[in-house]
């Protein structure tokens, strides 16, 4: 939980020991696309994931650990991602969006396919430059303006969009808009494209 007298916990535990972990926004990103790569086992996978998030990340360290005690880091992990998530999209242990966060069987954002909406987003509400932020920017800090964006961004405008259901517009002619600009921004037609996943 996002709290402003309590200080940002990096840290993971293993072996009773506590390890920092790099949560800059962009390394979380990084970190969950290794799900994404289905050619690689779910070993592999988690393997690599605790390889980008454990900060002072050695090898010798994580091929040390059982794969029972690699789950267990990698939990801890996605708990902290969790902590913030994205427009209340939590994630779990294979990189995937947990089932309650979907509207309609849709997600509501994607890093991949919505990156220039959030980049103009954050120029335009906070005149934050993502680009120049990367290695910085804290996922909490990133996920709570992500989440808070005002209603004047577009990426505001597409979320909302993503929400709204069309069984709950009376007007024959808001309904038709609306449908064609869920159809414009869904991102279950470009992961269809693309072949890979929509989060991250």
């Known amino acids: 939980m996002f709290k402003l007298n309590d200080p940002l916990n990096d840290y993971v535990t293993i072996n009773d020991e506590e390890h920092p972990i790099y949560m800059a926004f962009d390394n979380v ?7 994404d ?15 980008i998030m454990l900060h002072d990340y050695d090898q010798e360290l994580i091929s040390a650990l059982d794969f029972e005690t690699q789950v267990d880091v990698g939990k801890q992990i996605i708990d902290q991602i969790n902590s913030e998530p994205i427009e209340n999209q939590p994630v779990d242990l294979n990189g ?95 992961v269809d494209e693309e072949g890979g996943d929509m989060y991250g």
Do not use: C
């Not at 289905?38 to 994931?49: A, G, P, W």
């Open 96 to 190: 995937n969006p947990m089932p309650q966060p979907k509207k309609d069987g849709e997600q509501l954002v994607s890093f991949l396919f919505d990156a220039k909406y959030i980049y103009a987003a954050f120029v335009q509400a906070y005149n934050i430059d993502l680009i120049e932020q990367q290695g910085s920017l804290h996922w909490a800090k990133f996920s709570a303006l992500l989440n808070t964006l005002p209603d004047d961004t577009l990426m505001r405008q597409i979320i909302d969009i993503r929400k709204t259901k069309l069984s709950e517009i009376k007007d024959k002619d808001e309904r038709t808009r609306i449908k064609k600009l869920k159809q414009q921004f869904s991102l279950e037609n470009k």
């Open 29 to 35: 990103m990084s970190a969950l696309e290794t799900f």
């Open 37 to 51: 790569d289905k050619e690689l086992s779910e070993s592999d996978r988690l393997y690599i994931f605790l390889g």
